[in-house]
């Protein structure tokens, strides 16, 4: 079994969309860990609406390529357009973040995925989540990579969220 983590994002209905996210993850693997939920403001989009973002962590012993497939049709299943622009307004958008310590491209997918290390709407989810785990290249705790991020036009804060009769996020 290895530990996946995968990040989650929405922009229309969101709450429903994480909420119907998580249901099936959970359905499909079991217990999640799962970090807060931050709202974001969108990166390279036009359409300016407001992201749900966070981050969530299971095991699994499928392969990469049936991973990736999985959250495809969850997306799929939830309105996600393929034939809609890259950036653009999205109902559901799962990214396999890590597999275990897979290094490198697997049936498709590149690992760990680069956003890690590049969007303060995955590190930060990501370092608050597993803040000591240590990212699969560079060897260094996700706490340690956080602290050092420069967040400076990624602007993100946590929001109240419940799921399954339970409160995962507050604001701060």
Same mark, same amino acid.
């Given at each position: 079994?290895?530990?996946?983590?995968?990040?989650?994002?929405?922009?229309?209905?969101? =709450?429903?969309?994480?909420?119907?996210?998580?249901?099936?993850?959970?359905?499909?693997?079991?217990?999640?860990?799962?970090?807060?939920?931050?709202?974001?403001?969108?990166?390279?989009?036009?359409?300016?609406?407001?992201?749900?973002?966070?981050?969530?962590?299971?095991?699994?012993?499928?392969?990469?390529?049936?991973?990736?497939?999985?959250?495809?049709?969850?997306?799929?299943?939830?309105?996600?357009?393929?034939?809609?622009?890259?950036?653009?307004?999205?109902?559901?958008?799962?990214?396999?973040?890590?597999?275990?310590?897979?290094?490198?491209?697997?049936?498709?997918?590149?690992?760990?995925?680069?956003?890690?290390?590049?969007?303060?709407?995955?590190?930060?989810?990501?370092?608050?989540?597993?803040?000591?785990?240590?990212?699969?290249?560079?060897?260094?705790?996700? =706490?340690?990579?956080?602290?050092?991020?420069?967040?400076?036009?990624?602007?993100?804060?946590?929001?109240?969220?419940?799921? =399954?009769?339970?409160?995962?996020?507050?604001?701060?």
């Amino acid at each position: 079994m290895a530990r996946v983590t995968a990040s989650i994002g929405s922009n229309i209905d969101r =709450a429903h969309h994480v909420r119907t996210c998580l249901d099936a993850l959970e359905t499909t693997f079991g217990v999640l860990a799962i970090s807060r939920v931050f709202e974001s403001e969108p990166v390279g989009f036009e359409d300016g609406r407001n992201f749900y973002n966070l981050v969530v962590a299971f095991e699994s012993d499928w392969p990469v390529g049936d991973l990736q497939a999985w959250c495809k049709r969850l997306e799929d299943a939830n309105g996600r357009r393929k034939d809609s622009p890259k950036f653009s307004p999205r109902t559901l958008d799962i990214d396999l973040l890590t597999v275990g310590d897979l290094t490198g491209r697997h049936e498709g997918v590149e690992l760990p995925r680069n956003e890690i290390l590049h969007h303060a709407f995955v590190l930060l989810p990501m370092a608050e989540l597993l803040p000591d785990a240590r990212h699969p290249v560079l060897g260094e705790r996700y =706490a340690s990579l956080w602290s050092r991020f420069d967040a400076e036009g990624q602007r993100l804060w946590p929001v109240d969220f419940t799921w =399954a009769g339970r409160s995962i996020s507050r604001a701060d």
